[in-house]
Each structure stands twice: as structure tokens, then as C-alpha cells.
């Protein structure tokens, strides 16, 4: 089993629309939880950082974490083209050095 | 503007030849790594350090080494590239006592081993 799992995707959805991204985690300890966004051959760039069960709204994205079933998940509303991109979901446990990464959801926005 | 940036930006070189990977970085982070990106691997952690006497293997070191030069400075080596290390290579920071651990990114070198 992996430890960070994310649908490969594409998840395409219309312009406007809400797309929903979603991450699974296999560490019951993990407690740091970030998405990243990453443009081809452009290195990842953070978009949030999720600590606590419960949303956390920044913009027109909302993380939301849900430790007991070990989900986070990414809404971004108003998709806009240039959302399109791929979404890493990143996880770490507190007190390690270590982040792991999902190899991410590849999200085409149409327009 | 605090950021990380990394040289060359692309990079073709041959098989066996030593190469080096820089990395520089003006948030004043302790916390500096290497990673790794191939398609379909997600990134993968090849160095790490946390300050400039501490510096540790990640899951991917072999055929690998790093050097802290400074706080600021933190570069990769190939000893003698082969082309499996064809990959993009990502420079991150993090600084633990802000926030909880955010990572922060450089734009990565596009290195070819032919």
C-alpha cells in the first residue's frame, strides 16, 4: 500500500464548476498536511497547509482533513482554466524530517 | 523577495561525468533537501540537511552527495551520471519553527544524461 494515495486522474470538469480533488494516507500519526500545485516541468508551489480535522478556506480553495479516516482533500470553486495542472497532496508526521508525497491528480479545467 | 533558486536551470551532459547541482536560498531556512522527480514516481527524497553539520541519506542517495556550504547553500552531485539520473531535481526548504514544516520549492534543473 502506498502511503499517500491520489487518483492519477485526469479529472476533468467545466469551467466555473468545483473540482474535488482527494488524498488518502496511510501513517495514523501523520499531522501536517499540505496540496501543492505543479504546472508541467515547473517545480510545485504550495497552495495550503491543513493541521486540525475540519476546513481550512483560503480563496476559492477549501482543504479539508479528516484524520480518523485518514482523508484530505482539496475544493477548488470557480475552477478557471489556469487551475489546470497537477495537485500533489503531501504528508508529515510531526517530529520527522520526512514529507511524503502522492504522485499527484493531473486536473484539466475546460473551458 | 526571500526565495530558492537553483543553477543550471537545464543541463545535458554524458555518461560518467561528474556534475553539480546548486542550490541557494534567501528565506534564512535551516531545513534544505533534494529530491527528485520522475513521471509517474511522485518526488522522491534524495538529501537532506538541517543545518550545516547535519546532513543525512534520504530513500534515493546511491550515486549521490551533497555538500553544506553554508546556511544559504546546499548542492547535489553526481559522481558519474548515468542516464537513469535523467530526471528533474527539485531544491526545497522548510523551516520548522514557522508554521508547521511548509516546504518551499526552487524552480528545479532538467538534467539529460546521454
Known amino acids: 500500500q502506498k502511503e499517500v494515495e491520489q487518483n492519477s486522474g485526469p479529472l476533468s470538469v467545466p469551467e466555473g464548476a468545483i473540482a474535488s480533488l482527494n488524498c488518502t494516507y496511510s501513517?495514523?500519526?501523520?499531522?501536517?498536511f499540505f496540496w501543492y500545485r505543479q504546472y508541467s516541468g515547473k517545480s510545485p508551489e504550495l497552495i495550503m497547509s491543513?493541521?486540525?480535522?475540519g476546513d481550512k478556506e483560503d480563496g476559492r480553495f477549501t482543504a479539508q482533513l479528516n484524520k480518523a479516516s485518514q482523508y484530505v482533500s482539496l475544493l477548488i470553486r470557480d475552477s478557471q482554466p489556469s487551475d489546470s495542472a497537477t495537485y500533489l497532496c503531501?504528508?508529515?508526521?510531526?517530529?520527522?524530517?520526512?514529507?511524503?508525497f502522492g504522485t499527484g491528480t493531473r486536473l484539466k479545467v475546460l473551458a | 523577495d526571500a526565495d530558492v533558486t537553483q543553477t543550471p536551470r537545464n543541463r545535458i551532459t554524458k555518461t560518467g561525468k561528474r556534475i553539480m547541482l546548486e542550490c541557494s536560498q534567501t528565506k534564512g531556512h535551516d531545513r534544505m533537501y533534494w529530491y527528485r522527480q520522475d513521471p509517474g514516481l511522485g518526488l522522491r527524497l534524495i538529501y537532506y540537511?538541517?543545518?550545516?553539520?547535519?546532513?543525512n541519506k534520504g530513500e534515493i542517495s546511491d550515486g549521490y552527495s551533497v555538500s553544506r556550504q553554508a546556511q544559504a547553500k546546499f548542492s547535489l552531485s553526481l559522481e558519474s551520471a548515468i542516464p537513469n539520473q535523467t530526471a528533474l531535481y527539485f531544491c526545497a526548504t522548510s523551516n520548522p519553527s514557522g508554521g508547521e514544516g511548509e516546504q518551499f520549492f526552487g524552480p528545479g534543473t532538467r538534467l539529460t544524461v546521454l
Open positions: 540537511s538541517f543545518d550545516v553539520k547535519d546532513i
Open positions: 503531501a504528508v508529515k508526521t510531526s517530529g520527522t524530517y520526512k514529507y511524503i
Open positions: 501513517d495514523r500519526v501523520s499531522q501536517s
Open positions: 491543513i493541521y486540525s480535522n
